[in-house]
């Protein structure tokens, strides 16, 4: 089963610039038109915009679990810099656990795993499911619950 937001990473990708360009461009011209204090509160609208997406940690996921391993790749969709792409990837039967951590009323959604080493219990870093789907969450929870036999 694969797992992917692409589409909706683009589009969230594409309304964050488009929208960051158009304050940008407002700001500018506020300022060159002698409204300082105008061009100040539009830099606090972006300082603002920005910091949401930040805080909601839009992630692109790709989820596959085929030949009897899981691959979960992901990096942050909205970014500025050079990107850090991660993945995780491990056999299924080392699949220990699955914690899904929701908040603000569901919105924003965070997966941990756990895997059971050789050496003991490893947690991988949180990744955000914040970009996917209600119905696409569902899918990976429960293919996962799935895998784990639950």
């Known amino acids: 089963m694969t797992i992917s937001n692409k589409q909706n990473t683009v589009h969230i990708r594409r309304l964050f610039f488009l929208v960051s360009l158009v304050i940008a461009i407002v700001a500018l011209?506020?300022?060159l038109f002698d409204y300082t204090i105008y061009g100040i509160v539009m830099v606090g609208v972006f300082t603002l915009w920005f910091?949401?997406?930040?805080?909601?940690?839009?992630?692109?996921?790709e989820f596959n679990d085929a030949n009897g391993k899981v691959l979960l790749r992901y990096y942050k969709a909205i970014r500025f810099g050079k990107t850090n792409f991660n993945s995780i990837e491990f056999p299924q039967p080392m699949l220990y656990s699955a914690h899904f951590e929701n908040s603000i009323f569901g919105k924003m959604s965070?997966?941990?795993?756990?895997?059971?080493?050789?050496?003991?219990?490893?947690?991988?870093?949180?990744?955000?499911?914040?970009?996917?789907s209600i119905k696409k969450r569902r899918q990976l929870q429960e293919r996962l619950l799935q895998i784990l036999g639950v």
Do not use: H
């Not at 910091?51 to 996921?61: G, W």
């Open 29 to 31: 011209a506020l300022f």
């Open 51 to 61: 910091l949401y997406f930040q805080v909601a940690d839009y992630q692109f996921i």
């Open 110 to 132: 965070d997966l941990t795993l756990v895997v059971k080493t050789r050496r003991g219990i490893a947690e991988y870093p949180s990744v955000s499911l914040t970009a996917l």
